[in-house]
């Protein structure tokens, strides 16, 4: 893996996270929020391979990396949250 896959993978989690964020103020339900994010990650790391040298099911493996990690983001952030205003 180079630098600028890395990069790139930490940055599509950030990117996708938004998008789900914005997709849940126009209306998206909590429940098909993971379902986005996995969907999103799979879609940038595929569209990534095509300017790439990388194998498809690489892009695929690489995908669901991403989508995986914002889906742990996403609920980690989440869950920390509830917990504090929990404890006040």
């Keep these: 893996m180079t630098n600028v896959e890395l990069i ?8 996708i996270l938004g ?5 849940r103020t126009l209306g ?17 790391s595929i569209g990534y391979q095509f300017y790439s040298q990388q194998a498809w099911y690489e892009a695929v493996i690489g995908g669901l990396v991403i989508g995986l990690s914002a889906i742990g983001l996403y609920t980690g952030t989440r869950e920390t949250v509830e917990a504090f205003r929990k404890a006040d």
């Design 28 to 44: 998206l339900k909590e429940k098909y929020a993971p379902l986005l994010t996995v969907a999103l990650g799979l879609l940038a």
């Design 19 to 23: 998008i789900v964020q914005m997709a």
């Design 8 to 15: 790139g993978g930490v940055s599509a989690i950030a990117i």
